[in-house]
């Protein structure tokens, strides 16, 4: 059973940077769509950024421009550059991938393995 671990939360202040990660712990294929999600207490989990199986990506608008995903195929490892982070951005990070179909565009993209979550907390 494949199982997803992230990395790299942290607290840090208002503006700063952290770098997530999320590798896999056996194989997956390296077209795999994958995300980023996240969960502050209180509410919903919502999604962050999303990488297809065609290199599109989706950001949700609170972090466009400040965040980054990527993705390094060769190591299945799944990035999330966060810079100028805020203190709304406090939450539980989590990965996930959509380990069921191959070749998925971001629209049909779902996730069926989710990893345990990093926590980053944004001081101000």
């Known amino acids: 059973q494949v199982q997803l671990v992230e990395s790299g939360g942290g607290s840090v202040q208002a503006g700063g940077s952290l770098r997530l990660s999320c590798a896999a712990s056996?194989?997956?294929?390296?077209?795999?769509?994958m995300g980023w999600l996240r969960q502050a207490p209180g509410k919903e989990r919502e999604g962050v950024a999303r990488?297809?199986?065609?290199?599109?990506?989706r950001y949700a608008d609170s972090v466009k421009g400040r965040f980054t995903i990527s993705k390094d195929n060769s190591n299945k490892t799944l990035y999330l550059e966060m810079n100028s982070l805020e203190p709304e951005d406090t939450a539980m990070y989590y990965c996930?991938?959509?380990?069921?179909?191959?070749?998925?565009?971001?629209?049909?993209?779902?996730?069926?393995?989710w990893g345990q979550g990093t926590q980053v907390t944004v001081s101000s």
């Open positions: 056996t194989y997956i294929h390296s077209r795999a769509c």
């Open positions: 990488i297809d199986s065609y290199g599109s990506i």
């Open positions: 996930a991938a959509d380990l069921r179909n191959i070749w998925v565009t971001l629209a049909a993209c779902g996730y069926n393995v």
